[in-house]
């Protein structure tokens, strides 16, 4: 079991609220990745981070913002939930070394009324 | 276009049978191929990891091939047991990112039925 972490592991609010997903590793990385997945589709990559102070938009346009403060913490934060932003949100660390294993936290799935 | 590619999408199994999982790409350069369990509701967790020189690889019940020729790689579960139920993920590492970027595919639901 990888030792990374994500609260809360459900998240149901209403439209126009401002929230914040938890995501920390005691793994040490440097690289850590937010991942959007809706059901029965593929993993897609929001945000990322090479260490601290370095945050980076991924692949899928996404209305959240990160921060990288800290090498074990990369929070991800939505300033006004909407429906759409609906779905699970998974965070991830990377280890040094060229075979790019990523490590999974347990997902936080988000509902926005 | 870098693209991974499984089939089935999704698979229904008696308990104690043999199940494959299919999976293509195109991701390039090619740097490894992961295949990943996730349980519902959970993260993904790493199975198998295979280079390019490598053909085959096992983790108990789970063996993995891959062709590199191809572009080809499969999941063989033996045996399967009801925990098995899961979504099995092919991931593709490309060897040019140092962002360590990673292709995911879809995913094959996989229910293991007593």
């Known amino acids: 079991e990888a030792d990374i972490y994500q609260t809360p592991r459900y998240l149901v609010i209403g439209t126009g609220k401002k929230i914040t997903l938890e995501c920390s590793q005691t793994?040490?990385?440097?690289?850590m990745y937010w991942y959007q997945q809706d059901p029965g589709m593929e993993l897609h990559l929001i945000h990322y981070?090479?260490?601290?102070?370095?945050?980076e938009k991924g692949d899928l346009s996404s209305e959240s913002t990160v921060s990288r403060i800290r090498t074990e913490h990369f929070p991800l934060t939505l300033e006004s939930a909407r429906p759409s932003h609906t779905s699970q949100y998974l965070c991830?660390?990377?280890?040094?070394?060229?075979?790019?294993?990523?490590?999974f936290g347990p997902g936080t799935r988000l509902t926005v009324l | 276009k870098n693209q991974v590619e499984q089939s089935p999408q999704s698979l229904i199994i008696l308990e104690g049978k043999n199940c494959t999982l299919q999976?293509?790409?195109?991701?390039?350069?090619?740097?490894?191929l992961r295949w990943y369990k996730q349980d519902t509701g959970r993260g993904p967790v790493s199975l198998t990891i295979?280079?390019?020189?490598?053909n085959t690889k096992s983790n108990g019940r789970y063996t993995a091939t891959l062709d590199a020729d191809t572009k080809q790689s499969s999941l063989h579960i033996t045996a399967s047991q009801l925990s098995d139920s899961a979504s099995y993920i092919c991931?593709?590492?490309?060897?040019?990112?140092?962002?360590?970027?990673?292709?995911f595919g879809r995913g094959t639901q996989l229910t293991v039925w007593p």
């Open positions: 991830a660390s990377g280890r040094p070394g060229r075979d790019n294993e990523q490590f």
């Open positions: 793994m040490g990385h440097d690289k």
């Open positions: 981070s090479y260490g601290v102070n370095s945050t």
């Open positions: 999976c293509n790409y195109t991701v390039s350069p090619f740097s490894n």
């Open positions: 295979m280079t390019f020189s490598e």
């Open positions: 991931v593709v590492s490309d060897r040019g990112s140092t962002l360590g970027r990673l292709y």
